[in-house]
């Protein structure tokens, strides 16, 4: 009932931008926790930053003063802005919604997306 959709990966230079978005579908009435997070080749998979509904966001410090999370309840998106990107965000980053809220009541747990790769070159 609910599903996952990632847009905006790509190839980018060092010190380029990009905008990760996460749109969220079903009958979902609300959202809590929504999360994006990175795994590279040989690594464990890691927070990057998440945000909960009212808004608090949280930063792995690798990315703080760069990446910017935030999220529109009204379209249930999340997106993620990255700024100054380097080498070491490649990476494939998946969206995370913790909890959901259904029209019919009923509470869902820990969605993630397919994955959408990220890969900075020097």
């Known amino acids: 009932q609910v599903h996952l959709v990632e847009s905006g990966g790509g190839l980018v230079q060092a010190g380029g931008s990009l905008r990760l978005s996460c749109a969220a579908s079903?009958?979902?009435?609300?959202?809590?926790?929504m999360g994006w997070y990175r795994q590279a080749p040989g690594k464990q998979r890691e927070l990057v930053a998440n945000i909960t509904s009212g808004g608090r966001t949280n930063y792995a410090d690798s990315v703080k003063g760069r990446f910017t999370i935030s999220r529109d309840n009204a379209k249930n998106t999340l997106y993620l802005q990255m700024n100054s990107l380097k080498p070491e965000d490649t990476a494939v980053y998946y969206c995370?919604?913790?909890?959901?809220?259904?029209?019919?009541?009923?509470?869902?747990?820990?969605?993630w997306g397919q994955g959408t790769q990220v890969t900075v070159s020097s």
């Open positions: 995370n919604v913790d909890s959901v809220r259904l029209w019919n009541g009923v509470r869902g747990y820990d969605y």
């Open positions: 079903g009958s979902i009435l609300s959202i809590n926790t």
